[in-house]
């Protein structure tokens, strides 16, 4: 294997039971795993969360939930906070699988899927708040408070929604709280129309973290799970609001590889493709089998850095499609099959997905999401 990802389960546990105190035990903490589990991989992510007490998990689509069903336990449910494909809707129905109602058409199709196949459509209201995206405005609202009365038989409102445009920094704070404020209008309409509404969820990693008002009945828990920040501002404001200082979450991806070659270069050479590295000594380097092809991004190009045997080595040159090389000529001794640590731990040492993405001037979100699934992820305690 060129490289491989090891889940760290200890440390979602860690995370899992870090948001659950948070919250309590009347708020339900919804996992949120869309994006193969942020990169890490559901078929390892959905059985350790489960174990740990985790009985509800949300994804994008309808595809998303299709790959996530195999793993779930009895009785624990999936929600679709997005596409919900018209050919997967028997299924989701038969299934009880929850989704968002982001249009009255989906409700529509909904509803004559179930009244064919005899059943309830479990579903959310996504509400249209301000971020304009999808979620349903005043008017189409009115048409599916006509429609769910209508069907009240082939229908069951689990849960009334809405997303905020970026609750992960103050920056939003006027438009959130709008929104927010929105959002509790619509909840009292819905009331007054007898809607029975189900579960109120509209908190995200940072919404639950700094405001704690709108954790309500459940909370949608992403990148804070997998042991991230949403941004470095909500972990401040957490930090802010605790006497001790220390990071209670865990990241949970160690990235691994090996090395494939170690040799020598003579000071002026140029060093892998073009012109973009020129050794300025005589230099020692190493080749690892590792790169863009695998999420190990271009952008790193003469610019990241990686451990072996605990200590830091960098990056130099462009990153290949499949390779990576990197100048090890301080260090005591590398030989081909030695430890390549990408992202995590070694010896005391710690090359972070968080140092990684200012790096690489992304998000955490993104570099996650962009490891590809053809890396195995491997499951350690
Ligand atoms: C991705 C997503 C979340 C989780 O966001 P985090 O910031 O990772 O916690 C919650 N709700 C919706 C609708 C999402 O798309």
Known sequence: MNSVIEIKKSALENNYRFIKSLVGDDVTVCAVVKGNAYGHGVEQVLPALQSYGVNHFAVFSSAEALQCFRYLRDNVKLMIMGFVEHAHLRWIIENEIEFYVYSCEILKSALSIAQLVNTKALVHLDLETGMNRTGLTEKELDKCISLIKKYEEYVEVRGVTTHFAGAESIANYVRVMDQYSRYKERIKYLEKHNIDIGSRHVASSAATIIYPDTRLDMVRVGVLLYGYWPTREIWI?????????????????????????????????????????????????????????????????????????????????????????????????????????????????????????????????????????????????
């Open 237 to 381: 404001q957490y930090a802010r609001s605790v006497k001790n200082h220390s990071n209670p979450l865990q990241r949970s991806i160690v990235w691994k590889s090996s090395v494939m070659v170690v040799k020598d270069v003579e000071e002026g050479e140029f060093v892998g493709y073009g012109l973009g590295y020129q050794a300025p000594q005589d230099m020692k380097i190493m080749i690892v089998p590792v790169g863009y092809v695998d999420g190990y991004s271009r952008s790193l190009s003469n610019n990241g850095h990686v451990l072996v045997n605990g200590q830091r080595a960098d990056v130099i040159g462009s990153i290949n499609m499949n390779m990576v090389l990197c100048n090890i000529s301080d260090h005591d001794s590398v030989s081909p099959g030695d430890e390549v640590i990408l992202i995590g731990a070694q010896n005391g040492n710690e090359i972070t997905f968080n140092s990684f993405a200012e790096m690489n001037n992304a998000m955490n979100y993104e570099i996650l999401a962009r490891l590809p699934e053809h890396v195995p992820r491997i499951s350690v305690l």
